[in-house]
């Protein structure tokens, strides 16, 4: 089984910088894209950005240049740099993982971790 541990989440001043953990655990064949996303409290889920397993990143308008993704495959780790937190980016922090590409759907995936709260007061 593949699966997903957040980390890196807490709780910081207006200002402060964060960067979040995600490893990948499990082995695949397949190429996959790891995502991340973050639930306001009383808003919906909504998607921060992504990197494919080339280490091509895109981002939502709005996170574009305060956030970074970025991957060591070494460590089957990808992270989530955040710049300049404000109070509205409080909110859980999900990881996500999905098979690309060509892949048989026995073994494809998507999957979600635990998520990891970040508040900004």
């Known amino acids: 089984d593949v699966q997903l541990v957040e980390s890196g989440g807490g709780s910081v001043q207006a200002g402060s910088d964060l960067r979040l953990s995600c490893v990948f655990s499990?082995?695949?064949?397949?190429?996959?894209?790891m995502s991340w996303y973050r639930q306001a409290p009383g808003k919906e889920r909504s998607w921060v950005g992504s990197?494919?397993?080339?280490?091509?990143?895109s981002y939502a308008d709005s996170m574009e240049g305060r956030f970074t993704i970025s991957q060591d495959n070494a460590k089957n780790t990808v992270y989530l740099q955040m710049n300049s937190l404000q109070p509205e980016d409080t909110a859980m922090y999900y990881c996500?993982?999905?098979?690309?590409?060509?892949?048989?759907?026995?073994?494809?995936?998507?999957?979600w971790g635990q998520g990891t709260q970040v508040t900004v007061s």
């Open positions: 996500a993982a999905h098979t690309v590409g060509h892949c048989d759907p026995s073994i494809a995936f998507s999957i």
């Open positions: 499990g082995d695949s064949p397949c190429s996959y894209e």
């Open positions: 990197i494919d397993s080339d280490g091509s990143t």
